[in-house]
């Protein structure tokens, strides 16, 4: 008995020393899928010479420029200014397997006074993940809070296989919101925070 002890500490050791830290290291999402709203002939909303089109590509890709100083994998559903379906966006993130779906977006209402910024989710993995870059979001942006909200009306919530999340950055039908939404240094901290969310979700 006193013979196998040794055996017995050393895989003990082995254990907590090697086996368990590697798991618990080994991120949930092994893919971060950046989708940025609309593209191409395809403007999104349009409020005072600013296309949403412009705004998502843009927040998509400091994001990434974020996530892969940390050395995560990122993959775009677009990084030019081009028409893409919602179906082939899909099919680009269905590709890889645990991977996170992030939709970046801005909004728009006929009503001009409305602003905010609010994320969708249409899963509980999903729900998890809008809940930390929202509340990210509200902890740097003085700005309405729209809150997090379920919906099974987004195709790319619907279409990917992923935990996905669609986020919307702020109004730029309201003249406040679009001024700052058309300015660097807030798609900057948008950037920051929804990668912050990102990251806090792996
Ligand atoms: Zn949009």
Redesign the pocket.
């Known amino acids: 008995m006193a013979r196998r002890l040794p055996w017995l500490l050393f895989l003990l050791l082995f254990t907590f020393v090697v086996a368990i830290p590697a798991d618990a290291l080994a991120a949930r999402y092994s893919t971060i899928v950046l989708d940025a709203?609309?593209g191409g002939r395809d403007n999104?909303?349009k409020w005072g010479g600013v296309p949403?089109k412009r705004l998502?590509l843009d927040v998509a890709r400091r994001v990434r420029k974020i996530l892969q100083k940390k050395g995560v994998r990122v993959i775009m559903t677009r990084n030019s200014d081009k028409q893409i379906s919602i179906s082939s966006r899909a099919a680009i993130a269905n590709k890889y397997r645990n991977a996170m779906i992030v939709s970046i977006?801005?909004?728009a209402h006929r009503n001009t006074k409305i602003t905010g910024i609010e994320t969708f989710y249409a899963s509980s993995r999903g729900r998890t993940i809008a809940s930390r870059i929202q509340t990210r979001l509200m902890r740097k942006i003085r700005s309405k809070n729209r809150g997090i909200k379920f919906t099974k009306r987004l195709g790319i919530l619907n279409k990917t296989r992923g935990a996905a999340v669609l986020v919307?950055c702020g109004f730029i039908s309201n003249a406040h919101e679009r001024k700052r939404c058309n300015a660097s240094w807030y798609r900057q901290i948008v950037a920051q925070q929804i990668a912050n969310g990102i990251l806090a979700s792996r």
């Open positions: 709203g609309h999104g909303a949403e998502t977006h801005f909004n919307e």
